[in-house]
T-cell receptor, first 115, second 116 residues
Framework: SQELEQSPQSLIVQEGKNLTINCTSS?????LYWYKQKYGEGLIFLMM?????EEKSHEKITAKLDEKKQQSSLHITASQPSHAGIYLC???????????????FGGGTRLMVKP | NAGVTQTPKFQVLKTGQSMTLQCAQD?????MSWYRQDPGMGLRLIHY???????DQGEVPNGYNVSRSTTEDFPLRLLSAAPSQTSVYFC???????????????FGPGTRLTVL
């Protein structure tokens, strides 16, 4: 079973609306990453969160990691068609012989933005 | 820099055939890894390498072999393809610059493999 649960699995919003995607783990998250994948393409790095309570923003996208480091959220303000794609959260797997950067991923959230 | 490159972009195999997916990076990254992406499953780690000459298994290693003879290249071999290996394969690399363990992973564009 997956260690990271993303919700919702899919989302359709009207252009201009705000939305939130969640990523939840039963274990402490180390190095929580958010990626965006356009349909049929590779992954684009969005943000990385490490510290409990940390929040980062880039343009209209804000990501937060809760104090317990078990849940992260990705919030998009005033969504645009260019925001459409699959959003994936990934977390560093600590048990791979202490090899950082080996990620486990959530199942992804498919976002469609209707013009 | 070309970043992470993967070849081929698309491949169709028959059951039992073998092939190698190529991955190369020109960023002098120590870490390289292979993931497969299946619908609703996110990405799952197949094999990874923390440096030339060192490889180890990820979550779903069965049916795949890897080697890391150089820092730049990390090929993934399918010895006897099976329909269950139909997937999109991504190669990624990252560095340990400054000793920081949590650095961005750079992903290649992916290889779409179909096994009939």
């Amino acid at each position: 079973s997956q260690e990271l649960e993303q919700s919702p699995q899919s989302l359709i919003v009207q252009e201009g609306k705000n939305l939130t995607i969640n990523c939840t783990s039963s274990k402490t998250l180390y190095g929580l990453y958010w990626y965006k994948q356009k349909y049929g393409e590779g992954l684009i790095f969005l943000m990385m969160l490490q510290k409990g309570g940390e929040e980062k923003s880039h343009e209209k996208i804000t990501a937060k990691l809760d104090e317990k480091k078990q849940q992260s959220s990705l919030h998009i303000t005033a969504s645009q068609p260019s925001h459409a794609g699959i959003y994936l959260c990934g977390a560093d797997k600590q048990n791979y012989n202490n090899a950082g950067n080996m990620l486990t991923f959530g199942g992804g959230t498919r976002l469609m933005v209707k013009p | 820099n070309a970043g992470v490159t993967q070849t081929p972009k698309f491949q169709v195999l028959k059951t039992g055939q073998s092939m190698t997916l190529q991955c190369a990076q020109d960023m002098n990254h120590e870490y390289m890894s292979w993931y497969r992406q299946d619908p609703g499953m996110g990405l799952r780690l197949i094999h990874y390498s923390v440096g030339a000459g060192i490889t180890d298994q990820g979550e779903v290693p069965n049916g795949y072999n890897v080697s890391r003879s150089t820092t730049e290249d990390f090929p993934l071999r399918l010895l006897s393809a099976a329909p269950s290996q139909t997937s999109v394969y991504f190669c990624a690399s990252s560095s340990t610059s400054g000793g920081h363990p949590y650095n961005e992973q750079f992903f290649g564009p992916g290889t779409r493999l179909t096994v009939l």
